[in-house]
């Protein structure tokens, strides 16, 4: 007889899906019912074979209703859907009595964080949100040795990391800033995130490029600062990795030196679920400052490669795969 908890899921077919899944049934709890409006879900036959799926979101919810009504209902929700829809489907797991587990980012703008904080409240519920680097042990180690150095310098921190896309990103929801949060958001908040965590809250930030392919900027955090770039374009991959046929290049250095935590990524969704599950985790208010870093970053206005910028800051920009003929200067316009 199974005596775990049971989960529902939003987002099944998602790229991050499988990692909740796998973190759910590693933690010995049970999927019970998923939705997504995609039908491609043959990797719940790996996890959960026996759990129900919906692909209109209105007999999911019939379902879950249904299911609560004869006093099985579900304990969490698994919240992966693309990020926009992120504040709507949290409410809904809050409404129907379970508590709720997002992936990142947790909401676009730093208001819905309080406006979310006050649900919790009013529904009597919890909401984790998986900020996975911070439980990354090497990550853990690093916030350990900061917090014990006594020393008021800054450290200086160099922060790289390029993670290719094809042109199927900007067809999709995350090509869409309005949806996604533009490229900070989407491959930097969990990096934003870990800087604040160790380095502490944000004292200024100035952005210098910021287009459909890459973001560059200069941070000032209480502890450090920090020149940050992030791309979704190969052709910014160093020489080496391109040779190599890599897609993904991540550099963190610290004084100078190289900060190595390329391995222990494995397992980290599943660390998060076994903290949420002893009653740890993280909720609303540790996601803020990320949440509101990557907002301002967002809504500044890029100076140019100016001051204390990246090194990569002043490779050549490219022009949109869709507006090819777009001169440069109208690339922020996502």
Same mark, same amino acid.
């Given at each position: 007889m199974k005596t775990g908890k049971k989960f529902g899921l939003i987002g099944a077919a998602g790229y991050v899906a499988p990692r909740h899944?796998?973190?759910?049934?590693?933690?010995?709890?049970?999927?019970?019912?998923? !939705?997504?409006?995609?039908?491609?879900?043959?990797?719940?036959?790996?996890?959960?074979?026996?759990?129900?799926?919906?692909? @209109?979101?209105?007999?999911?919810?019939?379902?879950? @209703?249904?299911?609560?009504?004869?006093?099985?209902?579900?304990?969490?929700?698994?919240?992966?859907?693309?990020? !926009?829809?992120?504040?709507?489907?949290?409410?809904?797991?809050? %409404?129907?009595?379970?508590?709720?587990?997002?992936?990142?980012?947790? +909401?676009?703008?730093?208001?819905?964080?309080?406006?979310?904080?006050?649900?919790? %409240?009013?529904?009597?519920?919890?909401? !984790?949100?998986?900020?996975?680097?911070? +439980?990354?042990?090497?990550?853990?180690?690093?916030? @350990?040795?900061?917090?014990?150095?006594?020393?008021?310098?800054l450290y200086d921190v160099d922060l790289t990391y390029i993670t290719s896309r094809g042109k199927w990103y900007y067809a999709s929801w995350k090509g869409d800033e309005s949806k996604s949060g533009g490229i900070v958001t989407n491959i930097g908040i969990h990096f934003f995130d870990m800087l604040v965590w160790i380095f502490g809250k944000p004292v200024h930030q100035t952005v210098h490029i910021y287009t459909h392919d890459r973001a560059a900027g200069f941070l000032e955090l209480e502890k450090a600062r920090v020149r940050w770039f992030l791309s979704i374009n190969s052709e910014c991959l160093p020489e080496q990795v391109r040779t190599a046929g890599g897609r993904t290049y991540r550099s963190l250095k610290i004084n100078g030196e190289e900060f190595e935590f390329s391995d222990g990524f494995a397992d980290l969704h599943t660390a998060m679920y076994r903290d949420v599950l002893k009653g740890n985790g993280y909720g609303p208010k540790d996601a803020y400052w990320g949440i509101e870093l990557a907002y301002q970053i967002r809504n500044s206005k890029p100076t140019g490669p100016k001051g204390e910028y990246h090194p990569l800051a002043s490779l050549p920009l490219s022009p949109h795969p869709f507006l090819r003929n777009a001169p440069i200067k109208n690339q922020n316009l996502l």
């Open positions: 899944m796998k973190a759910i049934k590693d933690t010995l709890n049970e999927l019970i019912v998923a !939705y997504d409006p995609c039908d491609v879900v043959g990797i719940l036959d790996s996890y959960f074979p026996d759990a129900a799926f919906f692909t @209109e979101f209105e007999r999911f919810d019939r379902h879950v @209703e249904l299911i609560k009504r004869r006093s099985q209902p579900i304990d969490f929700l698994s919240v992966c859907s693309p990020n !926009y829809l992120h504040d709507s489907h949290i409410r809904f797991g809050l %409404r129907i009595g379970a508590d709720v587990i997002c992936e990142k980012p947790l +909401v676009l703008n730093p208001w819905n964080v309080e406006a979310l904080m006050e649900a919790e %409240r009013e529904y009597g519920r919890r909401i !984790y949100t998986v900020l996975q680097l911070r +439980v990354h042990p090497s990550v853990m180690a690093l916030k @350990e040795m900061v917090d014990n150095h006594k020393s008021d310098q």
